[in-house]
Structure formats: C-alpha cells, structure tokens
C-alpha cells in the first residue's frame, strides 16, 4: 500500500490523523506499507518515538543530486526496507554511496549494510515537463544492477502521465 502516494506522510497537514493511520499500519501486518517523503528528518523522529514494523518500507525523493544528502537521513531510519524515488529525475544522479556495503577497512568501523533496497525511477509528466534524458534512467540502472538492488522504471515522463516505460527496448519493473 503506497501510503499518501500523491502527498507526504510527514507533511504538517498530516499531524492531525497520523497517530491514527499509523494505529491502523502496525494493526495489519498482513500488508505492506510504502512510506515515501522529502522530509526523512521527521521520518527518523517518528521511529524513535514509534516502533517501526518490519512490513513498513521507508522512502525519499531525490530528485537531483543536490537532495542525494536526504538517503544519509534515510539510513537512520530503522526500516527493513528502505528506496529512493528518483522521480522526477531532473538531472544525472549517482547513488553508488547509497547502494554498496561501506566500510570494512579492516582498521576502523565494520561494514555497514546498504542504505538503498529498491529504486523508482521516472521522467516528469504534465503539460510543462522537464525532460528526463535516457542516460540518466540507464545509469541509475546499471547502479542498481552493479550492487543487486531492484529497479522500477515508472515512466519516461511527458505531457501526459503514463505510457510505455521502455528504457533500451525494455520494461524495468521490479
């Protein structure tokens, strides 16, 4: 379940019913709950105050590389599954630091897992789109592929909303 997919569960309009929705979230595990936001800061607060379910997914937009800092905030979040929503990608984005295992010098910290489990990929849509060159869908593809981590290509983006979403001939819909 894409929770507030075309809002934000950490929106201050949301204050009013959160407690409530996140009531009805840890009731039923028998779903899966995707939790996407541009406010990861006030996701990490929410789990420590709040036990985080392991059938809830943390997310976070990034949209260019000037919002990347956000999966650093993501990391702290105590979620078995945790994506970035690279859409609408508006320029090349590298997540290479978000996507392997880092550490493990053998000096210094032991390794530390991935931030990254899954990435959706898509263009803008809408009678104003910016474009979304296929390069960029192609590397954060083979990023994903190179470290294991599942890749959805959403959409290519455009005037209008949907569409076949072939990158190379292809659909990515894992």
């Known amino acids: 379940i894409f929770t507030c997919s075309w809002s934000d569960f950490f929106n201050k309009q949301a204050d009013p019913w959160r407690e409530e929705a996140w009531d009805v979230i840890c009731r039923t595990p028998q779903h899966t709950y995707m939790i996407l936001t541009k406010r990861p800061g006030l996701m990490v607060e929410w789990a420590k105050k709040h036990e985080w379910p392991e059938h809830v997914w943390a997310g976070t937009s990034v949209e260019s590389q000037k919002y990347a800092p956000r999966l650093d905030v993501l990391a702290r979040v105590p979620a078995k599954?945790?994506?970035?929503?690279?859409?609408?990608?508006?320029?090349?984005?590298?997540?290479?630091?978000?996507?392997?295992?880092?550490?493990?010098?053998?000096?210094?910290?032991?390794?530390?897992?991935?931030?990254?489990?899954?990435?959706?990929?898509?263009?803008?849509?809408?009678?104003?789109?910016?474009?979304?060159?296929?390069?960029?869908?192609?590397?954060?593809?083979?990023?994903?592929?190179?470290?294991?981590?599942p890749y959805f290509l959403k959409q290519l983006g455009g005037p209008r909303p949907g569409g076949p979403a072939l990158l190379d001939g292809r659909e990515h819909r894992k």
């Not at 508006?90 to 880092?102: A, H, I, R, Y």
């Not at 390794?111 to 869908?137: C, D, F, N, T």
């Open 81 to 149: 599954v945790r994506f970035v929503s690279a859409e609408p990608l508006l320029t090349p984005l590298d997540l290479t630091k978000w996507l392997f295992q880092t550490g493990d010098d053998g000096m210094h910290d032991p390794p530390q897992p991935p931030v990254l489990h899954w990435a959706i990929v898509g263009g803008e849509s809408g009678p104003k789109a910016r474009p979304m060159h296929l390069e960029w869908g192609r590397s954060l593809r083979d990023q994903c592929q190179a470290a294991g981590v």
